[in-house]
């Protein structure tokens, strides 16, 4: 693909690498999930499962934010492989000795051994998502780099698909078993291929400050202040986190919603179809960027993504739900990429590893929050609101009643409130002043080390 400039080779060499990583990582993920429920059948344990994974998702980007800006990057990247190699070596020594009647009890000792494990070997893998944007900014060029940020979120896209197909695949065929195979196959050729990947000592050396190594620590204190030393840059970690927030409805009720128009086996397709959206996505923003302001064009893709949550749950259809998810996939790409963009232009770059991880922690808080909230609203006042409540006597009538109708009202309400603060975040001075900063910033220039090699652009846009 002609349209990123700069290292290419090497950008789509860790392209390729995290992505397999992320592929095996997730799989793993979503089959110890369906694998917990096959052999409990216990809901109770299988929330629980989720909502550990993602409170410890936000607890730890902060912490492994410092890790990428006081390391060298790849061989952050080479150690999130490894340590998610060990943490499945160990799982699959679990799985393969421990009688499988142990992991029929939700309160099995070996069982939550094996899902920690699992667990770990994961989200130690989230290093490579945030250190890979670091390396973009010095990897390419600042006019393409947002193309760039699109490739990286068509890698989601595709992981999310494969992830989709071949967890359900390998947990039916045989349970954890051939899913920690694999797991371990890949991560083993992923450090392999890594070994022999080479980035210049530039993108690649640790935090340092005029030539002075910096503190290794994870300086929350020092990486807030970086944050409010950009004009509108807290604001919109602020208003990206309130999205997360009221995403979390997504997260919650989705999959009931979706469940109540069609049966499990049309739902299952149907998402694994949607989630090419993303790849269809990320794929357009690497064609044709983001414009001359990714911070207009992030808010504006908020309006329409609220816009589509309050339009799909107007009328029981499948249609209707399937059009509005697959306009809401394909513009999640643009919405990351746009944040990407912002960050790896405004931030310092010896700082970029740290405000990534903050944002990824302080963003993805919000969602279990309303993940573990909503479920028992939804289940307690929507849904009786609209079945026999006065919700169903005032607007029954034309919007419909029963327990996808409360779930529908939910959802209506959530992408209400989401429409609104996208509008008055476009309106606002925090705005202004971020967009006026991205437009007229210069862009951080990385450290050069004494044997840093430069690389040097020819006409083409091609390396040599």
Same mark, same amino acid.
Request: no cysteine; glycine share 10%; charged share 10%.
């Given at each position: 693909m002609a349209v990123i400039q700069g290292d290419r080779r090497t950008f789509y060499q860790l392209l390729v690498n995290t992505l397999l990583v992320s592929v095996v990582n997730y799989t793993a993920w979503f089959a110890i999930?369906?694998?917990?429920?096959?052999?409990?059948?216990?809901?109770?344990?299988?929330?629980? #499962?989720?909502?550990?994974?993602?409170?410890?998702?936000?607890?730890?980007?902060? !912490?492994?934010g410092s890790l990428v800006d006081h390391h060298s990057k790849t061989t952050m990247m080479q150690v999130s492989a490894v340590a998610s190699f060990l943490l499945y070596a160990a799982a699959f020594g679990i799985y393969q000795t421990v009688p499988r009647e142990?992991?029929?009890?939700?309160?099995?000792?070996?069982?939550?051994?094996?899902?920690?494990?699992?667990?770990?070997? #994961?989200?130690?893998?989230?290093?490579?998502?945030?250190?890979?944007?670091?390396?973009?900014?010095v990897l390419i060029e600042e006019d393409t780099r947002d193309k760039a940020n699109g490739l990286v979120g068509t890698t989601s896209g595709v992981s999310f698909l494969v992830t989709s197909v071949i967890s359900g695949i390998l947990v039916a065929i045989g349970g954890m078993f051939w899913v920690l195979v694999m797991a371990l196959a890949v991560l083993a050729a992923a450090v392999v291929h890594l070994s022999f990947v080479r980035v210049i000592p530039a993108a690649d050396q640790a935090d340092v400050s005029a030539g002075v190594p910096a503190k290794r620590t994870v300086d929350l204190r020092g990486t807030i202040r970086v944050v409010g030393e950009v004009p509108g840059l807290t604001a919109l970690i602020l208003f990206s986190t309130f999205n997360n927030f009221l995403g979390g409805v997504y997260m919650a009720l989705m999959d009931a919603y979706g469940l109540s128009l069609v049966s499990v086996q049309t739902w299952g397709l149907l998402w694994g179809a949607l989630s090419a959206g993303l790849i269809v996505g990320g794929l357009c923003v690497a064609r044709t960027g983001l414009g001359s302001n990714p911070v207009r064009l992030l808010l504006g893709v908020n309006v329409v993504l609220w816009t589509v949550t309050v339009l799909f749950p107007l009328h029981a259809s +499948?249609?209707?739900?399937?059009?509005?998810?697959? +306009?809401?996939?394909?513009?999640?790409?643009?919405?990351?990429?746009?944040?990407?963009?912002?960050?790896?232009?405004?931030?310092?770059?010896?700082?970029?590893?740290? #405000?990534?991880?903050?944002?990824?922690?302080?963003?993805?808080?919000?969602?279990?929050?309303?993940?573990?909230? +909503?479920?028992?609203?939804?289940?307690?006042?929507?849904?009786?609101?609209?079945?026999?409540?006065?919700?169903?006597?005032?607007?029954?009538? !034309?919007?419909?009643?029963?327990?996808?109708?409360?779930?529908?009202?939910?959802?209506v309400l959530t992408g209400v409130i989401g429409l609104v603060a996208s509008l008055v975040a476009l309106r606002s001075g925090p705005y202004r002043r971020?967009?006026? %900063?991205?437009?007229?910033?210069?862009?951080?220039?990385?450290?050069?080390?004494?044997?840093? #090699? %430069?690389?040097?652009?020819?006409?083409?846009g091609s390396s040599r």
């Open positions: 999930t369906f694998y917990v429920y096959l052999e409990t059948r216990s809901v109770f344990a299988t929330g629980v #499962v989720s909502g550990i994974f993602l409170v410890m998702t936000a607890v730890t980007g902060i !912490w492994f142990e992991f029929t009890d939700p309160a099995s000792v070996p069982l939550w051994a094996l899902i920690v494990l699992l667990m770990f070997g #994961v989200i130690v893998g989230n290093i490579r998502t945030i250190a890979l944007p670091t390396l973009v900014t +499948i249609v209707l739900l399937g059009g509005g998810m697959l +306009i809401y996939m394909m513009l999640v790409p643009y919405a990351e990429a746009a944040e990407q963009t912002i960050l790896q232009k405004v931030v310092p770059y010896e700082r970029q590893g740290r #405000v990534f991880g903050f944002a990824q922690s302080v963003e993805q808080a919000a969602s279990p929050l309303t993940a573990f909230l +909503i479920a028992p609203i939804a289940q307690f006042v929507f849904i009786p609101l609209m079945t026999d409540g006065a919700g169903a006597r005032a607007i029954g009538g !034309w919007f419909g009643t029963g327990a996808d109708r409360g779930l529908a009202l939910v959802f971020l967009s006026h %900063h991205f437009m007229t910033a210069r862009a951080p220039v990385p450290p050069a080390g004494d044997d840093a #090699v %430069h690389v040097a652009t020819s006409g083409d």
